[in-house]
C-alpha cells in the first residue's frame, strides 16, 4: 500500500504544486490585523484540501486567528498521531529585497542550481505543511479511502506570533487531540542529502521595552545635557546587557542552563559543518559568539539575548536637531533547557528596572513565550521515523540535529496532554526562512511528501494506548 502510495506521489508533482502555489498566494500574516481576513481565508482553504483528501476538517475560531483540526475515521486499537504545523507566516518586508513579491510563488533555481518555489511561508510552514496533505491524499487514495493511523491534524494561524490562543484551545480539546504521538515538520535538514531528526528545539522570550523620559520632543541644542534622552539611556542599557566575551549579562540567566554533554560535543563534532563555508554563505569574515563553543553549540544549546530592533527619535531624510521622548527595543532571549521563560522575563524586567535612571520611566510589553524542550533520542517513534526518512529520501544518513528556533506547542503539548513530538523537518539552512527570498527546494517538497507518506505507514507499528 505504500509503495502505490509512492508512486501516486511521484506522479502528483506538478499538481501538488499547483496546490502549494494557490496555499502561498494568500498572505496570511499573523502580526498584522489588516491580514486577519486572509487568515481566516487561508484556514478555510486549507480545510477545503483536507476534505478533498479524505478527511473530514473544522474551521475552529479562537480569539486570535483560527485553528483548523482535520480527522479521519478513528478506530481503537492503533496508534494516534497528532500532526501539527502553522499556516500563519512571517511579514514579507523588507518588499524591495524580494527578487520576485512575496506572494507571487515563483519557480526558478535557486544559488546552487536547484530547483525551488520561492515565496513567503514556502518553507517555513505552508511547504512542509503541504507535504502531509498531500502524502495524505495519496494514503487516502491508494488505502480504499483509509491511513494505517488514526490522524488528528492541528494547524494553527498564529505559531509566528508566539502561539497566545494555542495553550486554551488546547487544554479545552484535549479529548479531541489526544496522541499517541505528535509529530511536526517545520525545522531543516541537515544540508542537501543529510536529512533529520530535530530532538531539541530552543525557547524564547520576546520582549518588548519602552522608555519615557520628558513630555514631548525637544530641541537638542535648547535642552541636550541637562534632560534624561532616552535613546541614549536605550543604548546604555543595550549596551550593558552583554558582557565584553560576549555572555548574557543579566543576573540568574544562566543559573538553571544545563551545560552540554561531553557526549552530545563529540556526535556533533562528528556532523559536517563548515565554519567557513557558514561565514562566507553570510558574506561575513567569521562569526561569532559565547567563548568556547562552536557555532553549532552556540546555536543549539547554548541561550543567547538579540536586540531584534530599535525605535527612536528622528527617522526620516536628513538630519532634525531632537531629543526624543521615547525609546523602544524589541529584545529576543533564546532559552535552552531547563530555563524558564517566565522567570527570564522577570529577571529581565527587574535589571531594566535596576539599570534605568530614576528620571526615565519605563514599559514593557511581552511578545511570547516558548518552553526549551529536549524529545527523546531514542524512542521508537524515531526509530519509525528514521524508516519513513529512508524510504523518503532514500538515504540511511539521517543526522540526529537540534533547532535553535523555538516552535512553542512542542512543549505545550508535553505539559496538557504528556505528548512527546517527532521533529522531522524538510527544509534547507538556506531557506532563508523569515528573511526576503525565502524559498522551498522542490525536491525536498517531493522526498517531504514520501517520507510524510511513509511516516504514517511506519507509525502505525508504534503501541496504540487508547
Ligand atoms: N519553524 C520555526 C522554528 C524553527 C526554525 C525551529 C528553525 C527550528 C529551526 C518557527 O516558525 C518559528 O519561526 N518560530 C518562532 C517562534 C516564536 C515566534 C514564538 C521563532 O523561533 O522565532
Ligand atoms: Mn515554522
Ligand atoms: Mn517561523
Known sequence: ???????????????????????????????????????????????????????????????????????????????????????????PEPLELWTTPAFEPTERNDETGHPAIYAR??????????????????????????????????????????????????AANADLLRADVAIISDTSQFDRGLPAITYGLRGLCYMEVFLTGPSHDLHSGMYGGSV????????????????????????????????????????????????????ASLNIPHG????GYSTVERQWARPTLDVNGITTGYQGHGAKTVIPAKASAKISMRLVPDQDPAEVQRLFEQAVRDRLPKNVTVEFKQHGLAGPVLTPADSPAVRLAREALAAGFGTTATTLVRGGGSIPVVALLKRVLGIDTLLVGFGLPDDRVHSPNEKFDLDALHKGTRTAAALYATLAGLHATK
Open 228 to 279: 534624561p534622552n532616552p535613546a541614549n539611556v536605550l543604548c546604555e542599557f543595550i549596551a550593558s546587557l552583554h558582557d565584553k566575551d560576549g555572555r548574557v549579562n543579566l543576573p540568574g540567566f544562566y543559573d538553571r542552563v544545563v551545560p552540554l554533554t561531553a557526549a552530545e560535543r563529540a556526535e556533533w563534532q562528528k556532523l559536517p559543518f563548515d565554519e567557513a563555508a557558514f561565514a
Open 288 to 291: 561569532n559568539g559565547e567563548p
Open 1 to 91: 500500500m505504500l509503495d502505490q502510495a509512492l508512486a501516486t506521489i511521484d506522479a502528483r508533482k506538478q499538481a501538488s504544486l499547483a496546490l502549494l502555489t494557490e496555499f502561498l498566494r494568500i498572505p496570511s500574516v499573523s502580526t498584522k490585523p489588516e491580514h486577519a481576513g486572509d487568515l481566516k481565508r487561508c484556514a478555510d482553504w486549507l480545510a477545503g484540501q483536507f476534505r478533498d483528501a479524505g478527511l473530514s476538517a473544522d474551521v475552529h475560531p479562537t480569539p486570535g486567528h483560527p485553528v483548523v483540526v482535520a480527522k479521519n475515521v478513528h478506530k481503537p486499537g492503533r496508534p494516534t498521531v497528532l500532526l501539527y504545523g502553522h499556516y500563519d507566516v512571517q511579514p
Open 121 to 170: 511561508g514556502s518553507a517555513d510552514d505552508k511547504g512542509q505543511v503541504w507535504c502531509h496533505v498531500e502524502a495524505v491524499r495519496a494514503l487516502m487514495a491508494t488505502g480504499g479511502g483509509d491511513l494505517p493511523v488514526n490522524l488528528t491534524a492541528l494547524i494553527e494561524g498564529e505559531e509566528e506570533i508566539g502561539s497566545d490562543h494555542l495553550d486554551q484551545f488546547v
